[in-house]
């Protein structure tokens, strides 16, 4: 009977787990989405970021942990995307 209890468990577990990433992915997806179109429809907010990135990081090297101390822009850009697709 113990076994049987630990084994549901162990399902339950499972189940909810995969619920929670499969949550996790789809929340992720459309609001990367929804980044994407917005910077479509604004390439001057691309373009200063896209300037950020070159004067933090640069063409030489891959970025770093130490380097989201520097993003302002991005920082800004990636508030106002959150906040306009909550109210979408």
């Known amino acids: 009977m113990l076994n049987n209890c630990t084994h549901s468990v162990e399902n339950n577990l499972i189940h909810v787990l995969i619920d929670l990433f ?7 997806n459309s609001t990367l989405n929804f980044s994407i179109l917005y910077l479509a429809k ?3 907010i691309l373009e200063r970021v896209q300037e950020e990135i070159d004067q933090v990081i640069g063409k030489s090297r891959l ?4 380097d989201r101390k520097r993003y302002y822009c991005i920082d800004l850009t990636l508030s106002e995307t959150d906040y306009l697709f909550l109210l979408s």
């Open 42 to 44: 604004h390439p001057e």
């Open 63 to 66: 970025p770093d942990v130490e």
């Open 22 to 28: 499969t949550a996790g992915s789809d929340t992720l």
